[in-house]
Every structure is written in C-alpha cells, then in structure tokens.
Nanobody, 124 residues
Framework: QVQMVESGGGLVQAGDSLKLSCTAA????????IGWFRQAPGNEREFVGA????????AYADSVKDRFVIYRDRAKNTVYLKMNNMKTEDTAVYYC?????????????????WGQGTQVTVSS
C-alpha cells in the first residue's frame, strides 16, 4: 500500500512562489496519475492539477493555469507543485492523491491514498 506525503507548505505573500512536494512512501506500483487538490475552510476539495506518473501529460484547473507547474522526479518517487505569482485565494490545505488509471480528471472521488495535507497561506 502506498501512502503519499505532502510537504513544503508555509506562509507567503501575494506574488511570491512556493514549491510543494508529494512523495510516495511505500510501494509505488500501480500509480499512473498523481493529482493535486486543495481545500479551503468551508469549501469542497478542489482540483488543482494532475500529472501522469510517466510525466508525459499534465492537466491544470483554469484558476491556476499559467501560474502553477506540476513536474516529477521519478527516481525520488516525488511530484512537485511549483506555485508562482500566488494569490490570497490560493490559501488552502493542499493534498495529493493517486489513481491507477490514465485519467487526468479533477474528481477527487477518482483518487486514493491521500496524504495528510500541507497548509499554504498567502497574505496580501
């Protein structure tokens, strides 16, 4: 069973950048896609983006497209979420999850093995 571990969260100012990590702890077999989601207080879990474990394809939510980049280091079993030009509305707990098919969709019900999340706070 694989467990995802997120790290890298913190407090930044609007316009700053931050890089989150999502590392697969344990057996990483049967992972085809890693998805990043975020959840602000009182809101549902929201899709941020996803990447094929091969790194061949990515998908992003419109709200972060052109600001966020997802990439992976397969040797480290790690996927990164680089967030640029951050906005106060990016404040949330960020989670990563896995899926065993090739989809890149944003339905959290299609993902499993969620990590504990990492808090990102963007101040104005």
């Amino acid at each position: 069973q694989v467990q995802m571990v997120e790290s890298g969260g913190g407090l930044v100012q609007a316009g700053d950048s931050l890089k989150l990590s999502c590392t697969a702890a344990g057996r990483a077999f049967h992972i085809e896609t890693i998805g990043w989601f975020r959840q602000a207080p009182g809101n549902e879990r929201e899709f941020v983006g996803a990447i094929r474990w091969s790194g061949a394809s990515t998908a992003y939510a419109d709200s972060v497209k052109d600001r966020f980049v997802i990439y992976r280091d397969r040797a480290k079993n790690t996927v990164y979420l680089k967030m640029n030009n951050m906005k106060t509305e990016d404040t949330a707990v960020y989670y990563c999850g896995t899926r065993s098919d090739y989809g890149l969709g944003g339905n959290p019900a299609d993902y499993a093995n969620w990590g504990q999340g990492t808090q990102v706070t963007v101040s104005s």
